[in-house]
């Protein structure tokens, strides 16, 4: 009986393990089956699509065409913005941007403007419209290259029997600005233009005898120094007054000082700045910088040396 007792338990018991080891072995077929299909479409996540392009996946709605399309509008919404990203961040990149410049300004052009006392610069090119002619800068012996006379009917009557010079561009502008002012009754007359290196001076050296060196400096220019060399500098006269202050208040002083600016010429050397150019006021003396430059110039109300600091300047050795 125990033995038949024993027997049946142990044919229900296997019976049971059986079940169990049935259900276990059903159990984990499934589990590996379930398994291995997440893995094998992880590995399809991982391996088929890149990185950036893992998060559209996440979006259900993205079917294959259309997650392609969206992956390539947000790879290029991503270039895009890149360079607006950092646009953005302005205050950071700004200022790295404006640094290297800066650094490298400081470090091949510690802002040579202007030089320690005694020292003078030497302007780069001449031909530069906007270079800086001052007392403490000098042209050397540059000459233009490309100088023509001014036509006679534009110089003061008694001068006709000497040529005057200017740059090409500078005469053009200068006819134009003549042209203009006569047909509004004003008659403009040139007294001096282009003077060279050696011209000038001569012309210094006898002003300094008559005068002595002092006063010859603030109302006449070193050889050099004087932006008459430029062959874009004109003095106007031919009144009663010419070269003395009075001049700002005859017809066509009075009209240059308006009107000037719109053909690409500026007053150098304006009232009350003796200080900053170290020239008395003269109202007859008008420099060609470009139409642009003038009205810009114009427009800052600033003294013209100090306007051109504010410019592109070229200095040799620097
Ligand atoms: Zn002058």
């Given at each position: 009986m125990a033995a038949k007792e024993k027997k049946f338990f142990?044919?229900?018991?296997?019976?049971?393990?059986?079940?169990?080891?049935?259900?276990f072995l059903a159990a984990f077929f499934v589990a590996a089956c379930c398994y291995g299909d997440y893995l094998l479409s992880y590995g399809e996540k991982v391996f088929t699509l890149?990185?950036?392009?893992t998060e559209k996946q996440e979006n259900p709605e993205g079917g294959a065409n259309n997650s392609d399309e969206e992956e390539k509008a947000e790879a290029?919404?991503?270039?895009?913005?890149?360079?607006?990203?950092?646009?953005?961040?302005?205050?950071?990149p700004g200022t790295g941007e404006e640094e290297p410049p800066d650094e490298e300004l400081g470090g091949d052009k510690p802002s040579p403007y202007p030089p320690p006392p005694g020292e003078i610069l030497k302007i780069k090119d001449g031909d530069y419209l906007l270079a800086l002619v001052t007392k403490q800068t000098t042209l050397g012996d540059y000459a233009p290259t490309d100088l023509v006379p001014i036509p006679a009917e534009y110089i003061k009557p008694a001068q006709r029997q000497w040529k005057y010079y200017l740059r090409q561009e500078a005469c053009e502008n200068?006819?134009?600005?003549c042209e203009a002012a006569r047909e509004e009754g004003v008659e403009l007359f040139v007294i001096?233009?282009?003077r060279s290196y050696e011209t000038q001076e001569r012309l210094f050296r006898d002003y300094a005898q008559r005068n002595g060196e002092e006063k010859a400096n603030t109302f006449s220019a070193r050889a050099g120094q004087?932006?008459?060399?430029?062959?874009?500098?004109?003095?106007?006269?031919?009144?009663?007054?010419d070269k003395t202050q009075a001049f700002a208040d005859t017809q066509p002083g009075r009209w240059l000082a308006e009107n000037a600016h719109r053909f690409g010429f500026a007053m150098s050397y304006p009232l009350d700045s003796q200080r900053i150019t170290g020239y008395i006021y003269e109202p007859w003396h008008f420099r060609y910088i470009g139409e642009e430059s003038a009205l810009a110039w114009k427009e800052s109300g600033q003294v013209l040396c100090v306007f051109l600091e504010g410019q592109e300047q070229f200095w040799e050795g620097h």
């Open positions: 142990l044919r229900g018991d296997k019976w049971k393990i059986a079940a169990f080891l049935g259900l890149s990185p950036g392009e290029e919404t991503e270039t895009d913005l890149e360079p607006s990203g950092s646009a953005g961040e302005e205050p950071e200068l006819i134009r600005m001096s233009a282009y004087s932006e008459h060399q430029l062959g874009t500098v004109v003095d106007f006269g031919g009144t009663s007054v």
